[in-house]
């Protein structure tokens, strides 16, 4: 069974992610979505749970994408569910030079490789911590998040 894993904090869990979630999954048997659980860096967020649940939701319908969390580094993650890929998505010429480290140091230290999805072009300026700014100045971001499955 092919799987795979896309780790985020995922607060909140965007359009854009879910474009990445989409168009990785035909790659994939079965798809895990990872929530970071521990992120010292972003202490101000809803917990791991809220989060899981939301995206659930979103999926709710789709069998091959699972929702966890995880705590620590993501090749571990990956070994855990016998995933031999992490899926990450790439917005920026910076966001790949911080995903080409990341993937030599999961490639070398744990045997897993990284597939990079580049952001559909209308969604390359859409990301949480924008969002977030923007709800905090009353902005509704509502347009900016996935829908929640119809079952």
Do not use: C
């Amino acid at each position: 069974m092919r799987t795979g894993i896309f780790v985020g904090s995922f607060n909140p869990f965007t359009i854009g992610h879910d474009s990445i979630v989409r168009r990785a999954l035909p790659l994939f048997d079965r798809l895990v979505i990872g929530v970071v659980g521990d992120n010292v860096h972003k202490t101000d967020m809803p917990s791991a749970e809220e989060r899981m649940q939301v995206i659930r939701e979103i999926y709710a319908d789709e069998p091959r994408i699972e929702v966890k969390p995880y705590h620590g580094l993501a090749m571990d993650f990956a070994k855990a569910e016998n995933a031999h890929f992490i899926v990450k998505g790439v917005r920026s010429v910076s966001d790949f030079e911080y995903e080409q480290w990341q993937a030599d140091f999961n490639r070398r230290l744990g045997g897993i490789e990284t597939i990079l999805l580049y952001t559909e072009p209308e969604l390359s300026s859409v990301s949480s911590s924008a969002l977030r700014e923007l709800s905090h100045f009353g902005v509704d971001i509502t347009p900016y998040l996935p829908k929640k499955s119809k079952s």
